[in-house]
Nanobody
Framework: QVQLVESGGGLVQAGGSLRLSCAAS????????MGWYRQAPGKQRELVAR???????NYADSVKGRFTISRDNGKNTVLLQMNGLKPEDTAVYYC??????????WGQGTQVTVSS
């Protein structure tokens, strides 16, 4: 059974930090890319950051310099360190894993709320 289990969301004041964690299990093929997306109420889901198995990364412009994504390939885990959080970062954050055969898996989402 494929599972992407997220943790680390919560409520934090503006300027604070949170660290999101996602652990993937039950995936038969090698995971090529892992990433984080977010969806705020009334908005479309958007990419926050992603990291390839070789270590290359992509970030949304809105989080560059504040968020850092990292990955443990051996454990199929991905972390998102979020510093300098802003109220506009409030959203449900979803973990994503894409395998070498093109299958795409999603976590259940974790709520991040930043108060002003």
């Amino acid at each position: 059974q494929v599972q992407l289990v997220e943790s680390g969301g919560g409520l934090v004041q503006a300027g604070g930090s949170l660290r999101l964690s996602c652990a993937a299990s039950g995936i038969a093929f090698r995971i090529l890319v892992m990433g984080w997306y977010r969806q705020a109420p009334g908005k479309q889901r958007e990419l926050v950051a992603r990291i390839a198995s070789g270590g290359s990364t992509n970030y949304a412009d809105s989080v560059k310099g504040r968020f850092t994504i990292s990955r443990d390939n051996g454990k199929n885990t991905v972390l998102l360190q979020m510093n300098g959080l802003k109220p506009e970062d409030t959203a449900v954050y979803y973990c994503d894993a894409v395998t070498v055969v093109g299958r795409d898996y999603w976590g259940q989402g974790t709520q991040v709320t930043v108060s002003s």
